[in-house]
């Protein structure tokens, strides 16, 4: 699997952005798929994650009740949408994919996703 993401850019606190994760391969459906951001100075952080089925959804304490985790299994994508942007947001945003369903333990762990994007900036202004 490949995975290209887009979708960030420069936003004032307070807006939105929706990212976008395209994934290559036919067999995106069965792989579950997270976002991670990586501030300067930071380590990798969990921000979300989604199973198979787009049913489940988990995320980082932090984005909770702003960010929204999607998938079109139809096409090949993730989304994350980002809403109530706030300066500490600022970060490289990765999406990361596995052939797996949900496990707890994992999820919320870079080295539990074997395929990652080439990460996307987001930059937001206080």
């Known amino acids: 699997v490949q995975l290209q993401a887009s979708g960030g850019g420069l936003v004032q606190a307070g807006g939105s952005l929706r990212l976008s994760c395209a994934a290559s391969?036919?067999?995106?459906?069965?792989?579950?798929m997270g976002w991670f951001r990586q501030a300067p100075g930071k380590e990798r952080e969990f921000v979300a994650v989604?199973?198979?089925?787009?049913?489940?959804?988990y995320y980082a304490d932090s984005v909770k009740g702003r960010f929204t985790i999607s998938r079109g299994n139809a096409k090949n994508t993730v989304y994350l949408q980002m809403n109530s942007l706030k300066p500490e947001d600022t970060a490289v945003y990765y999406c990361?994919?596995?052939?797996?369903?949900?496990?707890?333990?994992?999820?919320?762990?870079?080295?539990?996703?074997?395929?990652w994007g080439q990460g996307t900036q987001v930059t937001v202004s206080s």
């Open positions: 990361a994919a596995d052939p797996r369903e949900l496990y707890r333990g994992t999820d919320y762990y870079a080295d539990g996703y074997d395929y």
């Open positions: 391969g036919r067999t995106f459906s069965s792989y579950v």
């Open positions: 989604i199973s198979v089925s787009g049913g489940v959804t």
